[in-house]
């Protein structure tokens, strides 16, 4: 079975730009999180996904940053336009949904972005 | 102050040698995870927890919900232990955003 899989591993863009990360959850995974890392700080809950709809997203920094999951499956998260500050590595994770029962979450490889 | 601290910060020791790392938390939770991070590569999980003991081969991670604290063990190291070991919780419903609150991490290197 295919674990979480986000694309791409590493961007490297411009301040100014405009960066699209992908994320594709495994199969059957209705809840979907973002999470980000910046240098030197702990990991960061961005935002969570159940299904299609955006369930939590007390975490976005700003309105730089758009995440959507038409459909339910894979989800993208855009940062238009980036900052210096937006440097990090950016984390997906999956999990089953069962109600309130927690379930085990399970995470892709990330992405590293680099404004420079 | 995070509400997930964990100690050390950094850990160095010798093959074989039984290691312990440390997760406090200050809030009610419903469940805690250990991660591990290899460098350059993504976060993979080993335990999650919501009372008692769990183990996997040479891991063993164990909570007391009272005292708000988790360990993490490793018996028998190795080389290929060396990680980044990462503490994060999941707070009780209502008690903040639906996603994990990340410890710092403990960064272990194990020596030949």
């Known amino acids: 079975e295919a674990g979480v899989t986000q694309f791409p591993s590493h961007s490297v863009i411009e301040k100014g730009q405009t960066v699209t990360l992908r994320c594709d959850p495994i199969s059957g995974h209705d809840n979907l999180y973002w999470y980000r890392r910046v240098m030197g700080k702990e990991i960061k809950f961005l935002l969570h996904?159940?299904?299609?709809?955006?369930?939590?997203e007390s975490g976005m920094p700003n309105n730089r940053f758009l995440a959507e999951r038409t459909g339910g499956t894979y989800s993208t998260l855009k940062v238009q336009p980036a900052e210096l500050e937006d440097s990090g590595v950016y984390f997906c994770a999956s999990s089953q949904d069962r109600g309130r029962v927690n379930t085990e979450a399970f995470f892709g490889q990330g992405t590293r972005l680099t404004v420079v | 102050k995070n509400e997930v601290e964990q100690s050390p910060q950094n850990l160095t020791a010798q093959e074989g040698e039984f290691i312990t790392i440390n997760c406090s938390y200050s809030?009610?939770?419903?469940?805690l995870h250990w991660l591990q991070q290899h460098p350059g590569g993504g976060i993979v999980s080993l335990f999650m927890?919501?009372?008692g003991k769990k183990k996997h081969g040479r891991l063993i991670a164990t909570i007391n919900i009272q005292e708000k604290h988790s360990s993490l063990h490793i018996t028998a190291s190795h080389p290929r232990d060396s990680a980044v070991y990462i503490c994060?919780?999941?707070?009780?419903?209502?008690?903040?955003?639906?996603?994990?609150?990340f410890g710092k991490g403990t960064h272990l290197i194990i020596q030949p």
């Open positions: 994060a919780v999941r707070l009780h419903s209502g008690g903040g955003a639906d996603g994990l609150t």
């Open positions: 927890l919501s009372s």
């Open positions: 996904f159940v299904k299609e709809s955006k369930q939590d």
């Open positions: 809030v009610g939770i419903s469940a």
